[in-house]
């Protein structure tokens, strides 16, 4: 069993058991303290709080997605940086690099997807309109060249049939694939670039956040009593 604590102030702090068996994680166990004595946990259910766990899981998404792109640009600095679509025959930093960037798409158009286990998803109404463009050329990469490559050309390949230079050579004739692939697209100096979205789209979530947890302690905690909720909470085991 692993153990993590985090200070998160006021006199609270916040401890995860991380459950392992010979190398796996089979769980996670969390505890809150306050002045260093256990508090009640009770965990929530219901619609809200479903609700709430889905913007919690996309909030990490953002997350995750800002952490890859500050990896990104200090793997490939802006100063380095052109426009358009960046391909480059440094293959052992760029190959991490769209790694990286292609991992991006998904987790951002997996904020706007329908996804199991998760009732939530973002809408693109949500975005201010200076993002909104930004966010269309996003998810047109991710759809072409994270997913399913459609009609825009960010991958192609040239199956080419190559032959001696002379006909009189006594040599076979070749097959050659010229492949050609983005590693990671990058946006005009005056446009919207993808770490603004999403940290835009970070800001409306950690919102809605809010707006869900109030709405949880306003409408089903408030209403029910300190009694009510101090009962429920012998009920459980820790």
């Given at each position: ?7 998160v ?6 401890q ?17 303290l ?32 800002l ?23 440094d ?6 690099i ?54 825009d ?16 050579q ?33 800001k ?35």
């Amino acid at each position: 069993m692993k153990r993590r604590e985090k200070d998160v102030g006021g006199g609270w702090k916040i401890q995860e058991f991380l459950l392992t068996k010979e190398g796996s994680r089979i769980g996670r166990h969390t505890r809150y303290l306050y002045k260093d004595k256990l508090a009640k946990r009770i965990p929530l259910t219901g619609k809200l709080a479903e609700n709430l766990a889905g913007y919690a899981l996309i909030e990490k998404d953002l997350r995750s997605i800002l952490i890859w792109l500050a990896e990104i640009d200090k793997m490939y600095p802006k100063v380095e940086q052109g426009k358009d679509s960046a391909i480059s025959p440094d293959r052992e930093r760029f190959d991490v690099i769209k790694g990286l960037f292609i991992a991006s798409l998904i987790f951002y158009g997996k904020c706007f997807s329908s996804c199991e286990g998760r009732r939530t998803k973002l809408d693109r109404k949500l975005l201010n309109r200076e993002y909104r463009d930004t966010h269309n050329e996003i998810i047109i990469m991710r759809h072409n060249l994270a997913a399913h490559s459609g009609a825009d050309k960010f991958e192609d390949v040239v199956i080419s049939l190559v032959l001696p230079p002379k006909k009189k050579q006594n040599l076979s004739p070749n097959i050659f694939r010229e492949l050609s692939q983005a590693d990671l697209v990058i946006s005009d100096e005056d446009e919207v670039s993808f770490e603004e979205l999403v940290k835009h789209v970070q800001k409306k979530v950690l919102d809605k956040i809010k707006v869900v947890e109030d709405k949880i302690l306003n409408e089903e905690v408030m209403t029910k009593g300190k009694d009510y909720w101090y009962r429920q909470a012998k009920k459980i085991k820790e």
